[in-house]
């Protein structure tokens, strides 16, 4: 019995290794995609302004054209950070909120059917984005990114200098 344990145990341990050293491809693959994704969005209500204003305007959301303009910056900037890696919880933490937002004024009834109607609450297109946002947001942009390389060899050495390199 034991050896069963032992096995059971170091398999586990196995898939938790080999699961985890996915983190980074997994989290560079969310970053490009949805980065590129929240560009090519942002862009494209930048260059709409007006109907993305209009739209704003029929939803209630106060100052539309302000609103328009700082939607499609926060996902057109947001979303080349995200690709680049840079400031990746900065620039998810805007996203995300604008995703709460966008999914509780411009598609509130999706949002209201999280018990009544699954699909219809899963099926959003700002929870598919939500979900691409908060995983950078909570875990980081991972090892495949220009803020990992600035933490190992920028930001350790400013501390290490300033603490006198102990």
Same mark, same amino acid.
């Given at each position: 019995?034991?050896s069963?344990?032992?096995?059971?145990?170091?398999g =586990?341990? %196995?898939?938790? !290794?080999?699961?985890s050293?996915?983190?980074?491809?997994?989290?560079?693959?969310v970053?490009l =995609?949805w980065?590129?994704?929240?560009?090519?969005?942002?862009k494209g209500? %930048?260059?709409?302004?007006?109907?993305?204003t209009?739209?704003?305007?029929?939803l209630?959301?106060? *100052?539309?054209?302000?609103?328009? =303009?700082l939607?499609?910056?926060?996902e057109?900037?947001?979303? %080349?950070? *995200?690709?680049?890696?840079l400031?990746? !919880?900065?620039?998810?933490? /805007?996203?995300?909120?604008?995703?709460?937002?966008? =999914?509780?004024?411009?598609?509130?009834?999706a949002? *209201?059917?999280?018990?009544?109607?699954?699909d219809?609450?899963?099926?959003?297109? /700002?929870?598919?984005? %939500?979900?691409?946002?908060? /995983?950078?947001?909570i875990?980081? /942009?991972?090892?495949?990114?220009l803020?990992?390389?600035?933490?190992?060899?920028?930001?350790?050495t400013?501390?290490?200098?300033?603490?006198?390199?102990?």
């Open positions: 019995m034991p069963i344990i032992h096995f059971a145990r170091r =586990y341990t %196995l898939l938790v !290794r080999g699961a050293s996915l983190q980074s491809v997994f989290l560079l693959a970053r =995609y980065g590129w994704q929240f560009f090519g969005t942002g209500k %930048l260059a709409n302004i007006e109907k993305i209009g739209f704003f305007q029929d209630g959301i106060p *100052l539309p054209m302000v609103q328009a =303009y939607v499609g910056t926060v057109c900037v947001g979303g %080349l950070l *995200l690709m680049a890696g400031a990746s !919880r900065a620039a998810a933490l /805007p996203l995300t909120i604008t995703l709460f937002v966008a =999914y509780l004024t411009a598609d509130r009834e949002a *209201l059917s999280i018990f009544s109607d699954a219809k609450f899963l099926a959003s297109t /700002p929870l598919t984005f %939500l979900l691409a946002t908060l /995983p950078v947001l875990f980081g /942009p991972g090892r495949f990114s803020d990992f390389l600035l933490a190992k060899f920028c930001w350790r400013t501390a290490e200098n300033r603490d006198g390199g102990k």
